[in-house]
């Protein structure tokens, strides 16, 4: 395979993942329309507010001017694959017949093991999924922890 069809894989693959994503985050917005109804609506429109210090722009412009695709996927999309992959293995290994699922109760100490595979960075785990995609995911999981602590 030569470099532009590996390219044109990667776009690809990469295409498929924003459709996984957008079908999440739809997901996602009717969760969060669902806890709108129960938690303070004024707590929304300043977390999307203070990702921009724009005042004057929509929810919506705010959510569009964040470049998930071409910032993130498209720069990293073998390592965005590599995560997923890890996503995957833990899922399997804790819940093998229930559906691709992010279970909290599983993975409470997130700068811990981090930092234990962390050490091992460079090297595969026992599972076959590299230590550095174990890495990402914890500092995912941390951050994403992080963002929820601030927005309660």
Known sequence: MNSNDKYHETIEQAKEL??????????????????VKIINPTKIEPFFKKL???????VAE?????????????YFPDAIREVAKCSQAGNNQHHK??????????????????ARHLMDAG??????????????????ANLQKEIEKDNE
């Not at 921009?52 to 929509?58: F, G, H, S």
């Not at 090297?123 to 995912?140: C, Q």
């Open 18 to 35: 924003v459709e996984l994503q957008e079908e999440r985050i739809s997901e996602l917005e009717k969760q969060a329309m669902e806890r």
């Open 52 to 58: 921009t210090n724009i005042p004057t722009q929509t």
């Open 62 to 74: 705010q959510r569009k001017a964040i470049p998930i695709f071409s910032g993130v996927l498209m």
């Open 97 to 114: 017949d229930k559906p691709l699922h992010w279970d909290r109760s599983k993975s409470g100490d997130e700068l811990d093991a981090l």
């Open 123 to 140: 090297t595969f785990d026992t599972d076959g999924v590299r230590h550095s995609a174990k890495v990402a995911w914890r500092a995912l």
